[in-house]
T-cell receptor
Framework: DTEVTQTPKHLVMGMTNKKSLKCEQH?????MYWYKQKAKKPPELMFV???????INESVPSRFSPECPNSSLLNLHLHALQPEDSALYLC?????????????FGPGTRLTVL | GQNIDQPTEMTATEGAIVQINCTYQ??????LFWYQQHAGEAPTFLSY????GLEEKGRFSSFLSRSKGYSYLLLKELQMKDSASYLC???????????????FGRGTSLIVHP
């Protein structure tokens, strides 16, 4: 299994809602990443987990809250988002964070905040 | 940090060869990736260069010159399905505090026409 899965594929939420994005991989990768991508822009790194511990937080607002319940799962909890947070949210994984490894990306969740 | 530059858009004819350039500036270069991303989909890994020279993989080749801060992705025998965005991503060890997280360039949108 060389796949990263993400659910849901699409999400529409209001600014007062609380929702969660989910990401799963069964490749035994120990590094997992959240990226945000706006249209016609490159992916921007948000968070990195290494061995289930948060290693990098790229100064992301607290309305985004990541969680890594185990080595296969990565969640992104959303609360009180703004319309400008509408974007494609990509999850990725790699074998390790601290050595060369290609990243495998999931298909993304297309988020729209009304 | 990195300063990564790629052309915004390129067009080419089916069956032709196209070269997509990427220039970068880093203080601790530690590898360069090329990813392909179709509209609305996740990036997929194409190639990785850390030493100077050409890496060939089927119809795709990637070249790196570390002294010039320059890479290119060469696509041969272009097919319509090669129409996509091509992202250059550079890993700068000094910028990421010793970790190996690549930063993506804005991407080059390649349009292949018949």
């Amino acid at each position: 299994d060389t796949e990263v899965t993400q659910t849901p594929k699409h999400l529409v939420m209001g600014m007062t809602n609380k929702k969660s994005l989910k990401c799963e991989q069964h490749m035994g990768h120990r590094a997992m990443y959240w990226y945000k991508q706006k249209a016609k822009k490159p992916p921007e790194l948000m968070f990195v987990y290494s061995y289930e511990k948060l290693s990098i937080n790229e100064s992301v607002p607290s309305r985004f809250s990541p969680e890594c319940p185990n080595s296969s799962l990565l969640n992104l909890h959303l609360h009180a988002l703004q319309p400008e947070d509408s974007a494609l949210y990509l999850c990725a994984s790699s074998q390790e964070m601290s050595s060369y490894n290609e990243q495998f990306f999931g298909p993304g969740t297309r988020l729209t905040v009304l | 940090g990195q300063n990564i530059d790629q052309p915004t858009e390129m067009t080419a004819t089916e069956g032709a060869i196209v070269q997509i350039n990427c220039t970068y500036q880093t203080s601790g270069f530690n590898g360069l990736f090329w990813y392909q991303q179709h509209a609305g989909e996740a990036p997929t890994f194409l190639s990785y260069n850390v030493l100077d020279g050409l890496e060939e993989k089927g119809r795709f080749s990637s070249f790196l010159s570390r002294s010039k801060g320059y890479s290119y992705l060469l696509l041969k025998e272009l097919q319509m399905k090669d129409s996509a965005s091509y992202l250059c991503a550079v890993r700068d060890r000094s910028a990421s505090g010793g970790s190996y997280i690549p930063t993506f360039g804005r991407g080059t949108s390649l349009i292949v026409h018949p």
